[in-house]
């Protein structure tokens, strides 16, 4: 029985392969081979390096700039991180967050390593405005400048683009980039643990669709350094002060808003509640993502009030593209299923402009 069983299979995956399906979802990024020697010979011949990635960097931008980082320093390379903005206090347990420049922080530091740089890593990012403040500076820097990054619809403002939406984050990126480069032995435990963290927060801990055979070969490697990946779990999801985790509670009560007819849900994060409960940096982070837990919702949003504008998260299931929405109807993008945009309206007229686009895209 067992042996008609593995006939049938291996018909069945043979005739699979031949219509194009892809059973194994092992997905490598190809690097082209002459762009991989030309950035080995621009990174040999660096002085000084800049790392930049994008405003109110999260796990994925701050394990790929320090994971990078980390392996210039251990070839011997100078190289400085350059952060938009502030570097949030549930992932200070990085190593090297401490050796980090924020721009709004200390601006004229910021400006003097980009003056000093001949070499620019931008991550995470494909368009210098997700960098804020940032962005004239590097468009105008005279450095070389290089792209790895997973975004869809790169801008083109890099020398070399190492551009793959497919991949689920920067750091699982930035893991073949120094395989590529032959640097797979210099990843230390430390800097296996910055990558890790960012590979897990960007594909929603290794659920996402975006996750394949090779993003767990990625994560094999990093824990062959020693690292402990259930330390970067609790350092990551069980840091909770206890007014996030009761801010939390009041979001889920009272601001949680479901709109069976769309399959959406929205929360409300208001500037007062945020002072109420001592909103501090990060405080926010996967407070959508709960409104995706809840049966036959397919899409989820946040919308938070910050200073002068209306910041939006936007988290969705399956073939709805929140980056279109958020594209087209809120000066933002994302990817697919995970999208931001801001919106300049008050917190109410901006829920009645997404209440009237959901009841226009029913008839679309
Ligand atoms: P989050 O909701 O976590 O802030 O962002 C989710 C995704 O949307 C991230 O991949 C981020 O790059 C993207 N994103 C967030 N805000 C913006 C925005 O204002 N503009 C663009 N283009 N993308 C955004
Ligand atoms: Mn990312």
């Given amino acids: 029985m067992c042996d008609s069983f593995s006939s049938y299979f291996i018909v069945f995956y043979w005739a699979a392969k031949l219509i194009g399906l892809n059973l194994t979802n092992n997905m490598k990024p190809q690097f082209d081979q002459n762009k991989i020697e030309s950035v080995k010979s621009l990174i040999s011949n660096s002085k000084r390096i800049v790392i930049t990635t994008h405003y109110k960097p999260d796990g994925d931008a701050l394990g790929s700039s320090l994971g990078l980082w980390a392996y210039f320093k251990s070839i011997g390379i100078e190289a400085n991180i350059v952060l938009p903005s502030e570097f949030p206090g549930f992932l200070k347990w990085m190593h090297g967050s401490g050796e980090t420049t924020d721009f709004m922080l200390s601006p004229e530091k910021a400006k003097e390593f980009f003056n000093q740089a001949d070499l620019l890593f931008c991550l995470d990012f494909n368009d210098p405005t997700r960098t804020e403040g940032l962005s004239n500076i590097i468009e105008n820097s005279s450095a070389k400048k290089i792209m790895i990054d997973h975004h869809l ?17 920067t750091c699982e990126l930035i893991v073949h980039f120094i395989e590529a480069l032959d640097g797979l032995s210099l990843i230390t435990m430390d800097s296996a643990a910055c990558l890790y963290a960012g590979i897990m927060t960007d594909t929603g801990s290794f659920r996402f669709s975006s996750v394949t055979a090779e993003t767990h070969r990625v994560i094999g490697i990093l824990l062959n350094t020693g690292m402990r990946n ?9 840091t909770s002060s206890e007014d996030r985790l009761r801010f939390l509670g009041h979001v889920l009560l009272n601001n949680m808003f479901v709109l069976n007819e769309y399959k959406a849900a929205y929360f409300l994060c208001t500037k007062d509640d945020m002072k109420r409960f001592n909103h501090q940096s990060g405080d926010l982070e996967g407070i959508v993502n709960y409104g995706l837990s809840i049966e036959g919702i397919k899409m989820a949003v946040l919308f938070s009030e910050r200073d002068g504008i209306i910041k939006i998260s936007f988290r969705s299931k399956g073939d709805f593209s929140v980056k279109d929405l958020a594209e087209k109807h809120f000066e933002g993008g994302g ?9 300049h309206l008050s917190l109410e007229d901006t829920i009645l402009k997404f209440k009237k686009i959901l009841s226009e895209l029913q008839h679309d």
Avoid: Q, T, W
């Fill in 335 to 343: 990817h697919k299923n995970a999208a931001g945009g801001k919106s």
């Fill in 230 to 238: 259930d330390f970067v779990h609790e350092a990551v999801y069980d």
């Fill in 153 to 169: 619809a790169p801008k083109d403002f890099c020398d070399f683009a190492f551009s793959y939406p497919s991949i689920g984050s």
